[in-house]
């Protein structure tokens, strides 16, 4: 395995831009924003692939399986939702930090290395233990990874690609974190059955090892370090320039996106897991096969239509996808509060590989958008991240007090109205954030 620690030189190349657009809202054109002189080499794309594809993989062991897995050990709804929410609150506190490191770091292998050490470690805690404090432990560790493995993996694209190209790069990415998650769902979900929901995380901890190798195929010089923060004409050892942190806010787009993501996750944090205990608390025969399904299906959705979001995002603009996106949600919460057949549920959850497809190409591109010539890219990515991850926290905590108060039904009540919630948001108040091509620009002038 290649060295992952260190501070890796940085190619000679061209300035790309000439940093374009003003500091006070951050407006660039995509002519400013192209692709290092250098590509990157083909191995470090198909490390990229294969590092987005075992990652998720990993990360499928974290899903609705750990709350099946305590609901099956006999934990209250209450204390469920309390270590989940104490993953949530670790993922959060570590989004402002992961972002400083990640736009200060040249390492950025170094730091999803770390990462996936981390997950491993917490798996087997998972696996091992069952009282409430290492349980609370082990996905502590696994939520603090939330700060800076995605958001890393994002500016490694970015580096790798450039502004340009990053849609369609991040449409492959979801392609392949789809493929991983789908893979690693079914392989999840037949350890379940057939053995242990311990086994799974057994078999969690030991993917690490196929994603380090996979890590140390991308070059390190291949990742153009200002471009991976959206300063793409700094070249040489020093850190780039990098407006004020306080510009930041003088956005609205960055405080609507913001509020965007945290009613959506309000509402989706709590879906699977409020699935994942109901059908065990019911009985029902092969609930690690039913959950298996509520994932595998969405991902399915995923892979096929990831690289045609990327590429719609380019033509048509980042605002009807992700209008789509956000009413897919509320129209799978509504599916889930009036139905309760597996069968069905299934194809609801379909519903889910919409939202997944749109959030995960534009919720990076959006923030690329916003913060193109800044060196704030991956800051930026930690407010974004945090107000995700307080929706979240909230989320997990709320659901499980109501449906332990009032039932099921009510907790899928309550995500269904804070779904409709975010789409409307979506509907009226966010903008386009696509920057406009020199032709465009050219002809508006004229």
């Known amino acids: 395995m ?10 000679p190349v061209k300035p790309i831009y000439s940093g374009a657009g003003k500091v006070a809202d951050m407006s660039v054109t995509t002519g400013s924003l192209g692709t290092a002189d250098v590509p990157a080499s083909s191995p470090s794309l198909h490390g990229l692939d294969a590092v987005n594809f075992f990652l998720a993989a990993q990360l499928a062991a974290f899903g609705p399986y750990v709350a099946a897995d305590l609901a099956a050990q006999k934990w209250s709804q209450a204390e469920i939702g309390l270590v989940l929410s104490a993953s949530s609150v670790a993922a959060l506190l570590s989004q402002l930090p992961g972002g400083e490191l990640l736009d200060s770091v040249r390492a950025r292998r170094a730091v999803v290395a770390a990462g996936v050490g981390v997950l491993a470690l917490g798996a087997l805690v998972m696996a091992l233990a069952s009282n409430f404090v290492l349980v609370a432990v082990g996905l502590v560790l696994q939520g603090a990874t939330g700060g800076f493995i995605g958001p890393a993996i994002a500016a490694i694209s970015l580096g790798l690609v450039g502004h340009a190209a990053l849609a369609e790069r991040l449409g492959r990415n979801q392609r392949f974190a789809s493929a991983g998650a789908l893979i690693g769902a079914g392989l999840m979900g037949l350890a379940g059955y057939f053995l242990s ?86 009985s029902r025969a092969g609930s690690a096969l039913a959950l298996a399904s509520l994932v595998i299906v969405p991902q399915l959705i995923v892979v096929a239509a990831a690289p045609w979001v990327g590429r719609l995002a380019q033509s048509v603009g980042r605002r009807p996808l992700l209008l789509i996106g956000f009413a897919a949600l509320l129209l799978r919460a509504f599916g889930f509060t009036v139905v309760d057949d597996p069968r069905l549920l299934a194809g609801i959850q379909a519903l889910d590989g919409i939202s997944a497809a749109v959030l995960g190409v534009l919720t990076a591109l959006i923030v690329a958008d916003i913060t193109g010539g800044t060196g704030r890219f991956n800051l930026t990515q930690g407010i974004v991240g945090t107000a995700s991850g307080i929706g979240a926290t909230i989320s997990t905590t709320l659901s499980g007090i109501v449906a332990e108060a009032l039932g099921p039904g009510a907790g899928y009540s309550f995500v269904t109205a804070v779904a409709l919630l975010a789409t409307l948001v979506v509907l009226f108040f966010m903008p386009e954030t696509r920057p406009q091509t020199k032709r465009a620009t050219q002809r508006a002038a004229g």
């Open 2 to 11: 290649g060295p992952l620690i260190g501070q890796p030189a940085e190619p």
């Open 197 to 282: 929901y311990q086994a799974l995380f057994l078999i969690a901890a030991a993917l690490a090892l196929p994603l380090l190798a996979s890590l140390s195929r991308i070059r390190a010089d291949d990742i153009h370090f200002g471009q991976s923060c959206c300063a793409p004409d700094h070249h040489g050892p020093g850190r780039p320039s990098r407006t004020p942190r306080r510009t930041l806010w003088r956005d609205s787009r960055l405080v609507v996106f913001c509020t965007c993501l945290f009613l959506f996750q309000l509402a989706n944090a709590s879906v699977l897991p409020l699935a994942g205990e109901t059908l065990v608390r019911q």
